[in-house]
């Protein structure tokens, strides 16, 4: 793939720099590009709305052709504003997609957490799903407790002299 062939789509998409379109591509051996837009705003002119997005974009070789890219963002659950979505991704040999959204907040009793959110898509991302890295996570707000562990090695950072010195 040339670069002039990247830059060309990059502008028959009329998607702006700020949108960082191309900030990951894929190249798929069927003449397509994956390409991500992590600051999409998805045709608002607001970017604060900006939840990131991924792209197909097929590659011409005639330079007379034009080529559109294809949203092929993830529906359901809708993603949010700031989520960063294509800020990276990862596709397997089969075509199987795996993409985040890091940046998705959510407040818990007061506080904000950024738990991020994944999907996981077939068909270079035809098809979406979400998925759930760690067995057994959901989305509710974590427990109360946590379990906290000190873990001291023979540094002697912390010695008898000075017992609140936490190098």
């Known amino acids: 793939i ?31 590009l994956l390409v991500s837009v992590p600051y999409d705003t998805h045709g608002s002119n607001d970017v604060k709305s900006a939840s990131g997005g991924l792209s197909s974009c097929p590659i011409r070789f005639n330079v007379e052709q034009h080529s559109q890219c294809d949203d092929v963002t993830p529906t359901s659950p809708n993603l949010s504003a700031r989520d960063g979505f294509g800020l990276d991704f990862e596709v397997d040999p089969r075509g199987n997609v795996t993409a985040c959204a890091p940046l998705r907040s959510q407040t818990c009793r007061g506080n904000v957490l950024k738990l991020g959110y994944c999907y996981t898509g077939t ?13 057994g996570f959901n989305s509710d707000c974590p427990h109360d407790q946590v379990d906290l562990l000190f873990v001291l090695d023979g540094s002697t950072s912390i010695n008898e002299a000075d017992p609140n010195n936490f190098n």
């Open 2 to 32: 040339k670069t002039n062939q990247v830059s060309k789509l990059a502008h028959n998409t009329s998607r702006l720099a700020s949108q960082y379109f191309g900030q990951k591509i894929h190249f798929h051996s069927d003449h397509s």
């Open 123 to 135: 068909g270079h991302g035809t098809v979406w799903s979400p998925l759930s890295i760690v067995e």
